[in-house]
């Protein structure tokens, strides 16, 4: 089956503590993305990549940061800089990220600070 | 940052009957439109993008107003499984999907 996966489905995060998301997908996309979602708020863009070894911030970029070594791979570190990491972190990706293009969702991690 | 608008509900509406529910943006620059459907804890799934002439999918009706900057989504003959979230979505950017523009949803339930 094609799709995308993310793990852990839930994550615990200590005060101080860098953690990291797994996003991957077998689509043979070329663009991925990260967003965030608040309740009560529409999704944010965190980063965005349109092909390997290159990415862009996008408007939540602070205290996040993403790498792109593998085309169907895109991890999102949480670092101890962003102070409200409690969320629900969705990746996503779509063929080439060309305007109009289908976002293809993972199921998402719920990230919580202990 | 452009916004777009969403009634948050919940609308409570008795099965089998029609619903609609509007989303306004305020770029009128904007270039595309959709809307996903979101259930509860759940990641969004396209439901069907927005054309200018309007467009159909069974019980499923959206139609852009560019005049008026709003585009809404019909359902006739409500099921149960209607029940979900309904995200509007606007892409403000002509060559690339960086720029859409998420509202936070309209909530729906039907119930039997």
């Known amino acids: 089956d094609g799709g995308i996966t993310q793990s852990p489905k839930y994550l615990f995060r200590k005060e101080g503590q860098n953690v990291t998301l797994s996003c991957e997908q077998n689509?043979?996309?070329?663009?991925m993305y990260w967003y965030r979602q608040d309740p009560g708020q529409g999704l944010r863009l965190i980063y965005y990549?349109?092909?390997?070894?290159?990415?862009q911030k996008g408007d939540i970029a602070e205290g996040y940061s993403v790498s792109r070594e593998k085309k169907e791979s895109f991890p999102l570190t949480v670092t101890s800089a962003q102070k409200n990491p409690t969320a629900f972190y969705l990746c996503?990706?779509?063929?080439?990220?060309?305007?109009?293009?289908?976002?293809?969702f993972g199921p998402g991690t719920r990230l919580l600070v202990l | 940052r452009k916004e777009v608008e969403q009634d948050p509900g919940p609308f409570n509406v008795p099965e089998g009957a029609t619903v609609a529910f509007n989303c306004t943006y305020s770029?009128?620059?904007?270039?595309?439109f959709f809307w996903y459907r979101q259930d509860c804890r759940k990641e969004p799934k396209l439901l069907m993008s927005?054309?200018?002439?309007?467009n159909e999918d069974g019980r499923f009706t959206a139609q852009l107003n560019r005049a008026s900057q709003y585009i809404s989504l019909l359902i006739r003959d409500s099921k149960l499984s209607d029940s979900a979230t309904y995200l509007c979505?606007?892409?403000?950017?002509?060559?690339?999907?960086?720029?859409?523009?998420w509202g936070a949803g309209t909530k729906l339930i039907i119930k039997p």
């Open positions: 689509l043979n996309h070329d663009a």
């Open positions: 927005v054309y200018s002439s309007g």
């Open positions: 996503a990706s779509s063929s080439s990220g060309t305007v109009s293009e289908t976002q293809y």
């Open positions: 979505v606007v892409n403000e950017g002509v060559d690339s999907n960086y720029q859409l523009i």
């Open positions: 770029n009128s620059a904007s270039q595309s």
């Open positions: 990549s349109q092909i390997v070894n290159d990415f």
